[in-house]
């Protein structure tokens, strides 16, 4: 499976950005992570494709959204309410199966490249 990620950009505190994921072919669950200058990869969302379960961290819980379109294997996250601390590359994951609420970046196989998002005045 194959990720290409979209959507990074420049966007002032408390505004809104919409990430873009399309895969190549079919998985069982998908993830959206984020990785900040000298941070460690973390979980950010996660959605499974059966029955639409998603999962999220507690930092962006009530801020981002995840959701995807199954026909077009592509999953998407809104952020809203964006703050500085958000800045990251932000990755897409997809794996064949597995618990939605796996935080660990193993817990995925394939992966995209990666989208920076900056928040800032």
């Known amino acids: 499976v194959q990720l290409q990620a979209s959507g990074g950009g420049l966007v002032q505190p408390g505004g809104s950005l919409r990430l873009s994921c399309a895969a190549s072919?079919?998985?069982?669950?998908m993830g959206w992570f984020r990785q900040a200058p000298g941070k460690e990869r973390e979980f950010v969302a996660a959605?499974?494709?059966?029955?639409?379960?998603?999962y999220y961290a507690d930092s962006v819980k009530g801020r981002f959204t995840i959701s995807g379109n199954n026909a077009k294997n592509t999953v998407y996250l809104q952020m809203d309410t964006l703050r500085p601390e958000d800045t990251a590359v932000y990755y897409c994951a997809a794996n064949l199966y597995g618990d939605i609420r796996a935080l660990n970046p193993s817990s995925y196989d394939y992966w995209g490249q990666g989208t920076l998002v900056t928040v800032s005045r």
């Open positions: 959605i499974k494709w059966s029955g639409r379960s998603t």
């Open positions: 072919g079919s998985s069982y669950k």
